[in-house]
Structure formats: C-alpha cells, structure tokens
C-alpha cells in the first residue's frame, strides 16, 4: 500500500491562467488520497475569483506544521516565497512553472501528472540549496531575513548612488559608490547579480558573490568569497535611507543601521528529476554557449 503524502501548495493569485493548471492537480492529489493544504490567498484566488473546485483539507496563512512536499505554482518567484515561508522545516519544493523562464520552478503544466508520480515513486532528488540571512544594529526587518537568491542594498528611486563600506569577517574589504550591492547565493548567481556582470556559480559550491550595481568606478568588479564568511555593510546616502531587498522584497532603513550577512544554518531542498543536469538547464533556459551569429 502506498503512503499517504500531504502537500502544502502556494500559488501566484495574479495569473488567471494558473487556474486549469490548478484543478488538474487537485484532481491527481484528491485521486491519490492526499492531504492538500492551501495558502489561504491563492485558495481565494481560486475559488472565489475562478470559481475553481478545490477539495483541500485545510488553508494556511503561515506553514507552521509538517507536510511532506510544497508545491509551487507560479514563476521562480512564487517559489522564493514558498521557500521564505518553509524556512527551516526542511521540506522539499518542487516548482511548476506558470510563469516564462522557470529556472528553479522548471516542471511545466503538461508535466504535473508525471510530477505526482514522481514524487510518490520516490524518483526525484532532493537538491540542497544554501540560504543565507542578515541581522540589523540598530532597526528591525518587517519580512523574512532570509534568502534563497540574494540579498541586495540599494539606492531609493530618485536618490544618487549611495556609499557602501564593507568589511569581511571584520576587515576593511572594500567602500562601493554605486546604485547598490549584491550578496548572492550560487543559486542567486544566476539571477539580480548576473543581470549586473556576475559569475555563474554552480548551486552546490560553497561560496558566496558580491557584485555592484552600476558601480562608479571601474576598476570594482564583483568578488567571490568564502561562504562561511561574514559581510558587514556600513551605508551612507544623500537621503539617509536605502533599500534592503531580501530576494526582491524591499524594505525601508535608514542609514544609522549596519547589516550583518552570512551563511544561514539551514538549507533549502528543491525537488528536481532524477535525470536533472544544472549544465542542460544553463543551455536551455539561458542558451549557455549558444552562437547567435548568422
């Protein structure tokens, strides 16, 4: 007899097309006799806004319980907040892909049934992914302080480019004058900090980038450190605020308040096929080593 699995779902409530691809998982879940729970606002979306048949068990606000897989129904967004709300539970996510690029949510619609089958076969691997968090001297954060992709300082719209004096593990590394900075993960590498010059780095390499963003001289280019390392950033601007975005969300600091970066304690599992390949993913979804030319 097979086990029963549970499932969180968390899905973007702001594409109606996300709906068909909806009701057919429900329908393969509810086949297989599994627990469904679903975040509250998608499940609105859906059934109030779509008029979609959902048999869930439950609605969550917060994932403040076990289950056995979360799925993620939207574009690689919706998957860094399903994973910003996981946290450290340690509970797989496997991302379907609503949205264009799908770079980490990388299961198409027409692919969910073979997905379910997966996932209850026990063919899939598991992929860790490091998370790295940042606590504040002198404020406190609204959101989540964690990240799957990056964490980013940068300038408000209208400001000049603000000052960012950085040190590593305590030592003077170097004083950006740019629009921003950016501390991304190997997962992040390919993201905000490579649309700005960055390295691709390979999700399971120890290290961490930081990269600038229109930097104001051009002798700074971003530099690949050791992920056990911590990054200290001392923020001056013209306006005395600047941003903090924490995989795309932003908050408000000002600049009285220092940021302390570093690896977190616990890492992320994504759910990718057995036959995955990280270098086939690059040259499809980013036409790695393509020539464009005529």
Not at 12 to 39: D, G, H, M, P
Not at 167 to 194: C, F, H, M, R, W
Request: hydrophobic share 40%.
């Amino acid at each position: 007899m097979k086990k029963k699995l549970s499932f969180a779902v968390f899905g973007n409530e702001f594409q109606t097309r996300k709906s068909t691809a909806a009701q057919k998982l429900f329908s393969l879940l509810s086949e297989k006799k599994a627990e469904v729970y679903v975040e509250e606002t998608f499940y609105r979306f859906l059934t109030e806004g779509q008029r979609v048949h959902v048999p869930a068990t439950g609605t969550f606000s917060y994932l403040d319980f076990d289950v056995d897989f979360v799925i993620s129904m939207g574009g690689d967004g919706t998957l860094l907040k399903a994973a910003s709300k996981v946290g450290a539970r340690n509970v797989p996510i496997i991302g379907v892909n609503m949205g264009r690029l799908g770079y980490l949510a990388d299961i198409t619609p027409t692919e969910i049934e073979k997905a379910v089958d997966m996932l209850y076969a026990g063919e899939y691997i598991a992929e860790k992914h490091a998370v790295i968090e940042v606590t504040l001297e002198g404020g406190t954060l609204s959101g989540c302080c964690c990240a799957l992709n990056d964490i980013a300082v940068l300038k408000q719209d209208n400001a000049s480019m603000i000052t960012i004096h950085t040190k590593l593990d305590g030592e003077n590394l170097v004083t950006y004058q740019a629009d921003g900075l950016i501390i991304s993960t190997p997962t992040g590498s390919t993201a905000y900090s490579l649309s700005n010059g960055g390295p691709i780095i390979m999700p399971q390499t120890d290290v961490l980038c930081l990269t600038p963003v229109a930097p104001h001289s051009l002798n700074i280019r971003p530099i690949v450190v050791p992920a056990q390392a911590e990054v200290t950033l001392d923020v001056e601007s013209r306006s005395h605020n600047f941003l903090v975005a924490i995989d795309g969300r932003s908050e408000k600091l000002p600049e009285s308040v220092r940021l302390h970066i570093r690896k977190a304690s616990y890492e992320v599992q994504i759910v990718k096929r057995r036959r995955h390949n990280y270098v086939g993913t690059l040259r499809e979804k980013m036409m790695w080593g393509a020539d464009i030319r005529g």
